[in-house]
């Protein structure tokens, strides 16, 4: 199935060592699984609790030495994709989270405690986890040895100067598969082909950066003919459905990633969740093809989108 679990930060925190299980879910149903820098189970422990490579977001900081230690450890574990995330070099106003009061350490309010009494699973499985920080950061860095500390670390280290030649950089340090996430214009595109980089995710960042940009879905036919077959291209955003991978595949991806998908899966479920939605999806995805009259998910093409 041309689908694979995309990088979400704190899936740790949807169920107890969440990402250990997301990732044995995909190992076990063959789709590829991808952690993200701001996980909370580490590079080290999904390595250690699963199989199969997996794949690992990179987001890059300021501190290069600390971003070196992290390619060298996603290396380390076998990792078999770095997948350089390349729209978060500034934080977009997020009004969800302001909203909901997300914060990093989570604040003891009145309703969050409210919340946590109505979720005594949740809460019973995160008391029985020592994975409760980000993993992949504390530890690693001499200012940050707790979830305060990160905070006031992270605040700052995003590094709004990224560049093509960064890109280089970050490629030759790796010297492996590279897929550079968070591509939305046609230009960029063509730019990523040049970098050397193997394939390249259409992405809008699930809408939480820039309010108005346009969908993956619209992105990406622009973006199939400008690198015109030299890259490998996929998609995600809004990828909730098997008709929506379909469509997907239909204008030119290669394959597509699911976010909140799996996540409210595994926040239901864990890794049974998980297995779950990815059931689901792919269910979807034979029937739709099956009234379409395809056997081949290679038989896929833009034939077989209506236009009025």
Same mark, same amino acid.
């Given at each position: ?5 995309a990088?979400v930060?704190?899936?740790g925190?949807?169920? +107890? ?5 997301a990732?044995? /879910? ?10 993200? *820098?701001m996980?909370?189970c ?19 900081? &300021?501190?290069?030495?600390? @971003?070196e &230690?992290?390619?060298d ?6 990792? $078999?994709a ?6 978060l ?7 969800k ?11 003891p309010?009145? $309703?969050? @405690?409210?919340?946590?009494t109505?979720k005594? &699973? ?7 986890? &020592? ?8 530890g690693?860095? %001499?200012s ?9 670390? *992270? ?9 093509? =030649? ?18 939305? %214009?046609a230009e ?8 050397g980089? %193997? /394939?390249?995710?259409? $992405?809008?960042? !699930?809408?939480?950066?820039? %309010? ?13 003919? +400008?690198v015109?077959g030299n ?11 098997g008709? =929506?991978v379909?469509? /997907? ?5 290669? !394959? *597509?990633?699911?976010?909140?998908a799996?996540?409210?899966g595994?926040?239901?479920?864990g ?5 779950? $939605? ?6 979807e995805?034979?029937l739709?093809?099956?009234f379409?009259?395809?056997? =081949? ?12």
């Amino acid at each position: 199935m041309p689908v694979a679990l995309a990088p979400v930060g704190l899936t740790g925190m949807q169920h +107890a060592d969440g990402e250990i299980k997301a990732a044995k /879910a995909a190992e076990k149903f063959g789709v590829p699984f991808c952690l993200s *820098t701001m996980s909370i189970c580490s590079i080290e422990d999904v390595a250690e609790n699963t199989s199969a490579p997996f794949w690992f977001q990179l987001y890059v900081m &300021r501190d290069r030495q600390y @971003i070196e &230690r992290l390619i060298d450890r996603a290396k380390a574990a076998s990792c $078999s994709a770095l997948v350089l995330t390349v729209d978060l070099q500034i934080l977009g106003q997020r009004h969800k989270d302001i909203k909901n009061g997300l914060s990093t350490p989570p604040r003891p309010t009145l $309703s969050n @405690i409210i919340n946590i009494t109505t979720k005594p &699973r949740w809460a019973l499985g995160m008391l029985g986890t &020592r994975r409760r920080g980000f993993g992949n950061i504390i530890g690693h860095v %001499d200012s940050v040895d707790g979830m305060g500390s990160l905070a006031r670390w *992270t605040a700052g280290q995003f590094d709004p100067t990224l560049s093509w =030649d960064d890109v280089k950089w970050i490629k030759d340090r790796w010297g492996g598969k590279l897929i550079l996430k968070g591509i939305i %214009d046609a230009e960029d595109a063509r730019l990523a082909v040049r970098s050397g980089a %193997d /394939a390249l995710i259409v $992405s809008n960042h !699930g809408g939480r950066q820039l %309010d108005g940009a346009p969908a993956s879905i619209d992105a990406l036919p622009a973006i199939v003919d +400008a690198v015109d077959g030299n890259i490998e291209i996929w998609m995600d955003g809004g990828i909730r459905t098997g008709q =929506d991978v379909f469509k /997907a595949l239909a204008l030119g991806a290669s !394959g *597509t990633l699911i976010g909140r998908a799996y996540i409210y899966g595994l926040g239901a479920l864990g890794e049974a969740g998980v297995t779950k $939605s990815l059931q689901i999806i792919a269910n979807e995805l034979d029937l739709t093809m099956a009234f379409c009259g395809l056997r =081949d998910i290679n038989e896929v093409t833009e034939k077989v989108i209506w236009n009025n």
